[in-house]
Nanobody, 126 residues
Framework: QVQLVESGGGLVQAGESLRLSCTVS????????VAWFRQAPGKDREFVGG????????DYTDSVKGRFTISRDNAKDTTYLQMNSLKPEDTAVYYC???????????????????WGQGTQVTVSS
């Protein structure tokens, strides 16, 4: 069993920054992929970015490239989503998700991931 705990959401103004955390506990996979998704009201849940823990390779959706950075702390079993230059359109509930995957590239598809966090609200005011 795998548990994910997210934290770090909040209310900020446009242009400001937030850092989300996703801590994984329980049975940890050797080839862990951790992804971040977000869901705005009335919209589908979309891929934001993800990282292969074993390869250390991260990928991002185009709308956040250059603004968001994913990193990991292996000692804390935690993945971070650093969000800079936030925009009102970044407002959403953010979820982390994990899967055991030996490939070096992370999937953008929700169905690929087996475990999900509870979500954390990010609100960006204009």
């Amino acid at each position: 069993q795998v548990q994910l705990v997210e934290s770090g959401g909040g209310l900020v103004q446009a242009g400001e920054s937030l850092r989300l955390s996703c801590t994984v506990s329980g049975r940890l996979f050797k080839y862990l992929h951790v992804a971040w998704f977000r869901q705005a009201p009335g919209k589908d849940r979309e891929f934001v970015g993800g990282i292969s823990w074993s390869a250390g390779i991260a990928d991002y959706t185009d709308s956040v490239k250059g603004r968001f950075t994913i990193s990991r702390d292996n000692a804390k079993d935690t993945t971070y989503l650093q969000m800079n230059s936030l925009k009102p359109e970044d407002t959403a509930v953010y979820y982390c998700a994990v899967v055991n995957d030996q490939s070096t590239s992370v999937s953008i598809y929700r169905a690929h991931y087996d475990y999900w966090g509870q979500g954390t609200q990010v609100t960006v005011s204009s």
